[in-house]
């Protein structure tokens, strides 16, 4: 049986050898898998802005969630456990795209997820929090393109989600 063994072992080391020069002796570990490497994403700056509204924190919040198809995570739960492999896909692709949700009813909200332009995985985070009788409204904006990160890029985005959470734009 050591034989065997033994005779097994110079054919995997001989297979490897000749599979390593193939390969110009790159891209192998050392027990001759293929090394995969998963791309990591591109640095990112972000841009904040802060906007106060004059509306409740859950109407701001409910009509921000609903505006950019934001996702609770009782809805990515529910969709996860609605009994078929399809809502474990949904669910699996919600919480991939960058899905972000805190809620504490009545005086916080944070939620966020990402927004693909082109080549560029870019990233929206919402917070939402009581502030007197209105709301104060906290907007990350996160991407490794520079031109994504302009002013003119994104103070059209920074007036849509203050007129949203004032319920201007629904």
Excluded: C
Excluded at 44 to 49: A, H, L, V
Excluded at 65 to 90: C, H, L, M, P
């Amino acid at each position: 049986m050591e034989e065997m063994a033994a005779v097994n072992k110079k054919i995997s080391d001989g297979a490897f050898a000749v599979t390593k020069a193939l390969n110009g002796g790159t891209g192998y570990a050392d027990n001759g898998m293929p090394i995969l490497n998963k791309q990591l994403p591109p640095e990112q700056d972000k841009r904040e802005n802060i906007i106060d509204v004059p509306v409740d924190v859950d109407t701001a919040a409910g009509r921000l969630k609903r505006y950019y198809k934001f996702y609770s995570n009782d809805e990515v739960n529910a969709i996860r456990n609605n009994g078929t492999t399809d809502g474990k896909w949904q669910a699996s692709a919600i919480i991939d795209n960058g899905h972000i949700w805190d809620a504490m009813p009545g005086s916080y909200y944070k939620m966020g997820g990402n927004w693909r332009k082109g080549s560029f995985d870019d990233h929206l985070t919402i917070e939402v929090e009581k502030n007197g009788k209105g709301s104060r409204v906290y907007i990350t904006y996160a991407s490794a393109s520079q031109a994504h990160l302009q002013a003119s890029s994104l103070e059209p985005l920074f007036k849509r989600v203050k007129d949203v959470a004032e319920g201007k734009v629904r």
